[in-house]
């Protein structure tokens, strides 16, 4: 059974970092699509940063560009999102999910796909406020 567990998540002033880490257990295959989602109370989710592990490929929206930045360890079992310069319009609750299909974050982003990943986990809040 496939498992995410995400960490990393707090509270933050306005112009601060974090980094959230995405563990992944139960994973048998080599390759994976995985995105970073946030939902704001009231608001739809939102697809932020994803990551294609095969060509390690990244994909970003246009409201994190320049400031979050996706990426994986050696192992490609823990996949970060590493935040910088966030705003207060960040805060929202994050979390990761992985899909099967290698194309999935190209789809997403291209608007040639809607529909939730296979796998997601729990989430974790991220709050920016002075």
């Known amino acids: 059974q496939v498992q995410l567990v995400e960490s990393g998540g707090g509270l933050v002033q306005p112009g601060g970092s974090l980094r959230l880490s995405c563990e992944i257990s139960?994973?048998?295959?080599?390759?994976?699509?995985l995105g970073w989602f946030r939902q704001a109370p009231g608001k739809e989710r939102d697809l932020v940063a994803c990551?294609?592990?095969?060509?390690?490929?990244?994909y970003y929206g246009d409201s994190v560009k320049g400031r979050f930045t996706i990426s994986t360890d050696s192992a490609q079992r823990t996949v970060f999102l590493q935040m910088n310069s966030l705003l207060a319009e960040d805060t929202a609750e994050y979390f990761c999910?992985?899909?099967?299909?290698?194309?999935?974050?190209?789809?997403?982003?291209?608007?040639?796909?809607?529909?939730?990943?296979?796998?997601r986990g729990q989430g974790t809040q991220v709050s920016v406020a002075s």
């Open positions: 990551i294609n592990s095969y060509d390690m490929t990244t």
């Open positions: 139960g994973f048998n295959r080599d390759y994976y699509s």
């Open positions: 999910g992985l899909d099967l299909f290698l194309p999935y974050c190209k789809f997403v982003f291209e608007k040639r796909l809607d529909r939730s990943p296979d796998y």
